[in-house]
């Protein structure tokens, strides 16, 4: 089993929809949470930290269920140039400085 | 701005040759990674160092090997290149945030083909 697992999609969604990743890691003591963006032919970007209350950064917001091993990203009012890979990121427990990426999931939004 | 640097973009080179890709950050970063991208397997941790001359195996060290030399610099090498090793390398820096947290910065990649 992955450590990090993603719906690889892709997801097609025309602009202004909502739209929902799920992602779940299979190590329960895994500390910290991440999801990075990565455009075609691009390098990954940190697009925003998960915390265990939940985060908001303007369309974007964050969930983490501890319980469940799983993390969401919701994005709301879809735009055009939210079309990317999300990877769902994940620290192993024991090292803050390394990460474990999810292959990702492919996000196309639709005129 | 951080900025992460990678010798090539693209890069051809033949079964068997010794490969060296380079990277450099500006930011004084104590910890530098490499990582192989490849479709449906996402990126996956080759090597990483926390210092100068420290180096430590990631998941897939197999036929690899690094040089940290220079705080700014973290080099991998490849000793005999294969087919297998055809991939996108990309290599990265981090900065503490806070609370634990790591955020890692990467390079724009390099494309390696081994034919």
């Known amino acids: 089993r992955k450590e990090v697992e993603q719906d690889p999609g892709p997801f097609n969604v025309p602009e202004g929809a909502t739209v929902a990743f799920n992602c779940t890691y299979s190590n329960s003591a895994s500390q910290s949470f991440f999801w990075y963006r990565q455009d075609c032919r691009k390098e990954p970007k940190l697009l925003m930290s998960v915390y265990s209350s939940g985060n908001e950064d303007g369309r974007f917001t964050a969930q983490l269920n501890r319980a469940s091993q799983y993390i969401s990203l919701l994005i709301r009012d879809s735009k055009l140039s939210d079309s990317a890979t999300y990877l769902c990121?994940?620290?192993?427990?024991?090292?803050?400085?390394?990460?474990?990426f999810g292959s990702g999931t492919q996000l196309t939004v639709l005129p | 701005d951080v900025k992460v640097t990678q010798s090539s973009r693209y890069l051809v080179k033949r079964t068997g040759e010794k490969v060296f890709l380079e990277c450099v950050q500006d930011m004084d970063h104590e910890n530098m990674f490499w990582y192989r991208q490849d479709p449906g397997l996402g990126l996956r941790l080759i090597y990483f160092s926390y210092d100068v001359k420290m180096k430590e195996k990631g998941d897939i060290p197999e036929g690899y090997s690094v040089s940290r030399e220079k705080k700014e610099r973290f080099s991998l090498i490849l000793e005999s290149a294969s087919t297998n090793q055809t991939s996108m390398y990309l290599c990265?820096?981090?900065?503490?945030?806070?609370?634990?947290?790591?955020?890692?910065?990467f390079g724009p990649g390099t494309r390696l083909t081994v034919t």
């Open positions: 990121v994940v620290t192993p427990s024991g090292s803050a400085r390394q990460l474990t």
């Open positions: 990265a820096s981090s900065l503490y945030l806070r609370e634990g947290r790591y955020e890692q910065y």
